[in-house]
């Protein structure tokens, strides 16, 4: 695999893996970030993860951009021979259709099935966590199964309550935060998937696997409860 | 410990530090002063380390009460400062006692004002920084801006000298003076050069685009705010299919061109990552100049290299550590 290092600007560069979005090219994304987070650079102020490139940001004042691009080169070396720790798949319990997810009924009538029929594909296909971005928290997800893509709203509502489960296109995603959108509503997830109190602060980080599951009203409202409070354990299993 | 009472808030008004790092990987905002360069400055002024936290004021400055004795200064926008009614000057460290009235009568230059107080401002950090958030509702004061009403904690003023602790109302209150280098506060101007790296994907642009966007004059419209500046002007044209790239990382300064070919530059509020093709990246020596620009201003953009960027970059640093 080939890299391509850009600058972005006079304090962040571009570590480029690819030209489309896939898992390999996704991988080497995350195993690069893992192996430059070892190095502990001085004066590296950040890092952004994205479906094909790396960002580094850094503090010019503090290193040479032409230290850091060798530093860079000989971490790329080392990929070949690296492996990341299992991914997790994270349990993410929904309640579907209702009032949590009024476009349920729209998305199996424009699909041809029936509403059972997409909540058990929407819940039966681990997603790939390939990148958080767009507001706190928001995970862009692979792996939604094409029998269920529905497109985007013409208008976007207004109001979305977080945790709103949801399918734009071929993209099914988690409203972090309560904000204005376009996508189908199939459901809601009572876990938060930001806490700037708890730590961790985020639910997802890149490289998880999300599998949604269906909860009923009284379990809904009972993990609701224990998330409130602070007692309710995420459940997350190896990736087989 | 001294507080300070807002009494009118302006119309932007939120507490600010250099801005919150280490989470864009999970989506979150820098945030932090969109000018910091007078952040760094006005703290510099107090005796504050330069990332202390300040308010960051908008067009039309807040008026504000003091419960105890503090240090402050004023850097940035000129909002034609004064306390308890005398006009105060703008860079100079003044001091402030128990009932002192700080106003601003309205903006004479640039847009954003930075006032600093000794010791900075006691909100409690949320993620590492004290900055405010506004989209989410963190940091800063309570997530928001400021509204009438409000009492912010000031930070320990232990900075001050034993003769400052001591003095009264009846010694003469001097402002503390620490003489700047000539030139060093940039002239906020409606006309104004900003300087550029070539971006990712400046290959995304014809050359006429490219050309457009070097010699054309760009307008700040009224739909830019902290998150960043729209301008409207000659439309720069992307080849055919290249305005969207899969979503990836942004900087600060980040010039991205979406499909109307209207430029929009990324500041401190910036999504972390977007899709629109990124034809250049402002230097972060001019993003001052920028963060000081109002709707209406105009834009000329000018390429340079990234080692003439970063050189004017840690000459800038240079200022505040002294070497």
């Known amino acids: 695999m080939e890299l391509k290092y850009i600058p972005s600007g006079d304090s962040a560069f571009i570590i480029k893996a690819g030209d489309v979005i896939s898992e390999e090219v996704n991988l080497v994304v995350r195993k690069l970030l893992k192996r430059l987070e070892e190095e502990n650079l001085p004066g590296i102020t950040d890092f952004i993860p994205s479906y094909n490139e790396l960002m580094v940001c850094y503090d010019p004042a503090t290193v040479d951009y032409r230290q850091l691009l060798e530093i860079f080169k000989k971490c790329a070396d080392d990929l070949g021979t690296m492996t990341l720790p299992a991914a997790e798949v994270v349990h993410v319990p929904v309640l579907y259709g209702g009032e949590a997810g009024p476009d349920l009924h729209h998305v199996a009538e424009h699909n041809g099935l029936t509403e059972e029929d997409v909540i058990r594909i929407h819940s039966s296909a681990d997603c790939l966590v390939y990148m958080l971005g767009f507001t706190p928290g928001f995970c862009y997800l692979g792996g939604m199964d094409r029998r269920i893509a529905t497109p985007r709203h013409e208008t976007p509502r207004l109001k979305i309550p977080a945790g709103s489960v949801g399918i734009a296109g071929e993209q099914t995603g988690i409203y972090p935060l309560e904000s204005p959108g376009g996508w189908q509503l199939i459901g809601r997830t009572p876990l938060r998937l930001f806490n700037p109190d708890t730590k961790p602060e985020f639910l997802f980080t890149a490289g998880d696997y999300i599998r949604f599951y269906p909860v009923d009203r009284g379990e809904y409202e009972r993990i609701a409860a224990a998330v409130a409070g602070g007692t309710y354990q995420v459940k997350r299993t190896p990736k087989e | ?323």
């Open chain 2, 1 to 323: 410990m001294a507080t300070l009472i807002v009494h009118t808030a302006g119309l932007l008004t939120t507490v600010q530090d250099r801005g919150r790092y280490g989470y864009q990987r999970y989506g979150m905002p820098v945030s932090g002063a969109m000018d910091t360069f007078s952040l760094e400055l006005a703290n510099l002024l107090v005796g504050n380390d330069p990332g202390k936290t300040c308010l960051e004021a908008t067009i039309t400055g807040p008026e504000l009460e003091f419960t105890g004795a503090t240090w402050l200064a004023i850097s940035g926008a000129d909002m034609d400062p004064h306390l308890n009614g005398q006009g105060i000057p703008m860079n100079t460290a003044i001091d402030a006692r128990p009932g002192d009235r700080l106003g601003f009568r309205g903006l004479k230059s640039g847009c954003r004002s930075y006032i600093a107080f000794a010791g900075g401002i006691a909100v409690p950090p949320v993620m590492g920084s004290r900055s405010t958030y506004l989209r989410a509702g963190i940091g800063g004061f309570q997530g928001r801006a400021l509204m009438p009403g409000d009492e912010l904690p000031l930070g320990g003023s232990d900075h001050l000298s034993p003769f400052d602790q001591l003095s009264t109302d009846t010694v003469k209150r001097k402002p503390r003076v620490i003489k700047l280098p000539e030139g060093l506060i940039p002239e906020y101007k409606h006309e104004q050069t900003i300087r550029v790296i070539s971006g990712p994907e400046a290959h995304y642009f014809e050359i006429a685009g490219l050309r457009s966007f070097l010699s054309a004059e760009y307008t700040v419209t009224a739909r830019s705010d902290r998150m960043g500046y729209r301008l409207s002007g000659e439309p720069i044209k992307h080849k055919e299919d290249m305005t969207n790239i899969i979503s990836a990382g942004i900087s600060l300064g980040t010039v991205q061109v979406p499909g109307d070919g209207q430029p929009i530059i990324l500041m401190a509020d910036r999504q972390t990552s977007g899709g629109y093709a990124r034809i250049a990246n402002v230097i972060t020596a001019d993003l001052t100049l920028i963060a000081q620009m109002r709707p209406g201003d105009m834009i000329h953009f000018k390429e340079t290299t990234m080692d003439m960027a970063q050189r004017h970059y840690i000459d800038r640093c240079n200022i505040f550590t002294g070497t």
